[in-house]
């Protein structure tokens, strides 16, 4: 069966801003509190194991991308390299695990910009704006992702140099109790939770079918945009450390706006506010994107209702499957509180990367562009990351994936069944 086709309209500059918008988000302006109170001072630690294993799948996903340059990611690349099981795994994990990211991103951007009270409407509205966004062609997506990445790193560019030049009485020892004060287990752990501020690197591997010259301009756009990410990361950790030092950062939920505080720079606190609204709507935009393309690959195999494959005439978009996930999206928004559904997420995008991982190891040829020690990293790193997470967390991924695994089973049964 021939399906319609979508547009290739990305170069190497829109594919790395798609990037940046996944990974520069919410988790930037959140996720240092929940490392510091595991590692303290090892955050840092944590922060080189979360980028070391990223990188890992970084080149395990542009590797594949480019030797597989079409919608679906690791959903496509599972079922071409070890199966459709093996597959039909990654692109479940995907799609349950980032529609939950999704509506947390919309809550937390709500979180920053509504009155009290109003988080929820505010929250289904962003959905529905950005969803229309993306409804209406790629190039959209990409040219509203690159403004909000500069009023983002922007934001984080004056909020460190306030953490910096601010005066403040006795300076904070950033590594005060030690990198190791928090143990292995806790490192890992921090390791765990930042983990998921990279994981955006792939969207850029989802948007396969719609980058020009997918061979050469994905790897590349997928190991610069992780490299940025990075080293933006790490100016922040050190930067808030310095200023309020492990067990400040551990003791408050918006640690970017503390360091700014703690010093005369005050001023510049609504920029954090600014910045993490934009953050987590640049999140929120790339992930409704990455999961209408998923969705769009496993409709078009028969693993989600076939419905979603259509592709808009004349936007070139796959306009069912994301207008779905958008209402799915908007329908836990309205019922759900999402912050334990964080771990149920990661559980998710774990097991993506770890199929990734095992998919890209399997290549060889011209299709090898990384030595396979690198996907044999990423693997084993994947599993530890999982096993440092809540014991709820891991449950619920189980039953996640095991829900999944009877729907496709039955599914299967059905269309062998002979029809009378």
Same mark, same amino acid.
């Given at each position: 069966?021939?399906?319609?086709?979508?547009?290739?309209?990305?170069?190497?500059?829109?594919?790395?801003?798609?990037?940046?918008?996944?990974?520069?988000?919410?988790?930037?302006?959140?996720?240092?509190?929940?490392?510091?109170?595991? &590692? +303290?001072?090892?955050?840092?630690?944590?922060? *080189? =194991?979360? %980028?070391?294993? #990223?990188?890992?799948? @970084?080149? $395990?996903? !542009?590797?594949?991308?480019?030797?597989?340059?079409?919608?679906?990611?690791?959903?496509?690349?599972?079922?071409?390299?070890?199966?459709?099981?093996?597959?039909?795994?990654?692109?479940?994990?995907?799609?349950?695990?980032?529609?939950?990211?999704?509506?947390?991103?919309?809550?937390?951007?709500?979180?920053?910009?509504?009155?009290?009270?109003?988080?929820?409407?505010?929250?289904?509205?962003?959905?529905?704006?950005?969803?229309?966004?993306?409804?209406?062609?790629?190039?959209?997506? &990409? +040219?509203?992702?690159?403004?909000?990445?500069? *009023? =983002?790193? %922007?934001?984080? #560019?004056?909020?460190? @140099?306030? $953490?910096? !030049?601010?005066?403040?009485?006795?300076?904070?020892?950033?590594?005060?109790?030690?990198?190791?004060?928090?143990?292995?287990?806790?490192?890992?752990?921090?390791?765990?939770?930042?983990?998921?501020?990279?994981?955006?690197?792939?969207?850029?591997?989802?948007?396969?079918?719609?980058?020009?010259?997918?061979?050469?301009?994905?790897?590349?756009?997928?190991?610069?945009?992780?490299?940025?990410?990075?080293?933006?990361?790490?100016?922040?950790?050190?930067?808030?450390?310095?200023?309020?030092?492990?067990?400040?950062?551990?003791?408050?939920?918006?640690?970017? %706006?503390?360091?700014?505080?703690?010093?005369?720079?005050?001023?510049?606190?609504?920029?954090?506010?600014?910045?993490a609204a934009l953050a987590s709507l640049g999140a929120l935009l790339a992930l409704i994107a990455g999961l209408g393309r998923t969705s769009l690959a496993m409709a078009r195999e028969g693993d989600l209702p076939r419905w979603l494959s259509a592709v808009h005439p004349r936007?070139?978009?796959?306009?069912?499957?994301?207008?779905?996930?958008?209402?799915?999206?908007?329908?836990?928004?309205?019922?759900?509180?999402?912050?334990?559904?964080?771990?149920?997420?990661?559980?998710?995008?774990?097991?993506?990367?770890?199929?990734?991982?095992?998919? %890209?190891?399997?290549?060889?040829?011209?299709?090898?562009?990384?030595?396979?020690?690198?996907?044999?990293?990423?693997?084993?790193?994947?599993?530890?990351?999982?096993?440092?997470?809540?014991?709820?967390?891991?449950?619920?991924?189980?039953?996640?994936?095991?829900?999944?695994?009877?729907?496709?089973?039955?599914?299967?049964?059905?269309?062998?069944?002979?029809?009378?």
């Amino acid at each position: 069966m021939t399906h319609p086709a979508l547009s290739r309209r990305l170069n190497t500059f829109d594919a790395v801003a798609i990037g940046l918008g996944s990974m520069i988000g919410a988790g930037v302006f959140a996720a240092f509190t929940p490392a510091a109170q595991a &590692a +303290g001072a090892g955050l840092l630690v944590g922060l *080189a =194991v979360a %980028a070391i294993i #990223a990188f890992c799948n @970084a080149t $395990a996903s !542009a590797q594949l991308a480019a030797a597989y340059p079409t919608s679906g990611g690791t959903y496509t690349y599972g079922r071409e390299r070890l199966g459709a099981w093996q597959g039909f795994i990654a692109g479940w994990g995907f799609v349950v695990g980032k529609t939950a990211s999704s509506a947390a991103m919309a809550l937390t951007f709500a979180s920053y910009a509504a009155p009290p009270g109003w988080e929820r409407p505010l929250a289904v509205a962003a959905v529905v704006v950005l969803a229309t966004v993306n409804y209406h062609g790629v190039t959209r997506t &990409a +040219g509203l992702t690159k403004i909000i990445v500069v *009023a =983002v790193l %922007a934001a984080l #560019a004056v909020v460190v @140099a306030a $953490a910096w !030049a601010a005066e403040r009485g006795a300076p904070a020892d950033p590594l005060a109790g030690g990198l190791l004060a928090g143990g292995w287990y806790g490192i890992l752990q921090s390791a765990g939770l930042l983990f998921f501020a990279f994981a955006g690197y792939a969207r850029i591997a989802t948007m396969g079918e719609e980058v020009l010259e997918p061979r050469r301009t994905i790897p590349r756009a997928i190991l610069l945009a992780l490299a940025i990410t990075a080293g933006i990361y790490a100016v922040v950790a050190v930067s808030i450390l310095s200023a309020l030092g492990p067990a400040g950062v551990a003791a408050t939920p918006i640690p970017l %706006a503390e360091a700014v505080s703690n010093g005369t720079w005050s001023w510049v606190q609504p920029l954090v506010r600014i910045g993490a609204a934009l953050a987590s709507l640049g999140a929120l935009l790339a992930l409704i994107a990455g999961l209408g393309r998923t969705s769009l690959a496993m409709a078009r195999e028969g693993d989600l209702p076939r419905w979603l494959s259509a592709v808009h005439p004349r936007y070139k978009v796959p306009h069912r499957a994301e207008a779905t996930l958008a209402v799915a999206v908007c329908a836990i928004i309205l019922v759900a509180d999402l912050r334990e559904a964080i771990g149920f997420s990661s559980f998710g995008v774990l097991v993506y990367y770890l199929i990734a991982n095992l998919a %890209a190891f399997s290549q060889d040829g011209s299709d090898r562009i990384y030595p396979k020690a690198l996907q044999m990293l990423g693997a084993v790193g994947c599993t530890v990351l999982v096993a440092t997470l809540p014991f709820i967390s891991v449950v619920a991924g189980v039953i996640m994936f095991a829900l999944g695994i009877a729907y496709r089973w039955i599914r299967l049964r059905r269309s062998d069944r002979p029809r009378s």
